[in-house]
């Protein structure tokens, strides 16, 4: 599985921004699919995951309410809606993939997207 993440950018505090993470390999269904984020000097973090199919969703308390992930299994492909950003929501995002994971845990995911960069002025 390769995972290819898009969709970052410069956004001012209160705006939204959608992250998609595209993924290759025919059995993209079976994958518990994650978001992770690591700001400068920190050590990443987990966001948000969910199910290979849908039917459940994960949520860091930092983001419940604002954040809402999904997927779309005909396209391969897993989004982040990221509402009411913040500051301190400034990170590189990085997409996952796996098996029967914890979903917080980031070790227990096998993929690993490049990352795209998220940046909320205030």
């Known amino acids: 599985v390769q995972l290819q993440a898009s969709g970052g950018g410069l956004v001012q505090a209160g705006g939204s921004l959608r992250i998609s993470c595209a993924a290759s390999g025919r059995t993209f269904n079976n994958y518990d699919e994650g978001w992770f984020r690591q700001a400068p000097g920190k050590e990443r973090e987990f966001v948000a995951a969910i199910s290979g199919y849908g039917g459940s969703t994960y949520y860091a308390d930092s983001v419940k309410g604002r954040f809402t992930i999904s997927r779309d299994n005909a396209k391969k492909t897993v989004y982040l809606q990221m509402n009411s950003l913040k500051p301190e929501d400034t990170a590189v995002y990085y997409c996952?993939?796996?098996?029967?994971?914890?979903?917080?845990?980031?070790?227990?995911?096998?993929?690993w997207g490049q990352g795209t960069q998220v940046t909320v002025s205030s």
């Open positions: 996952a993939a796996g098996t029967s994971v914890v979903p917080t845990r980031g070790h227990d995911y096998n993929y």
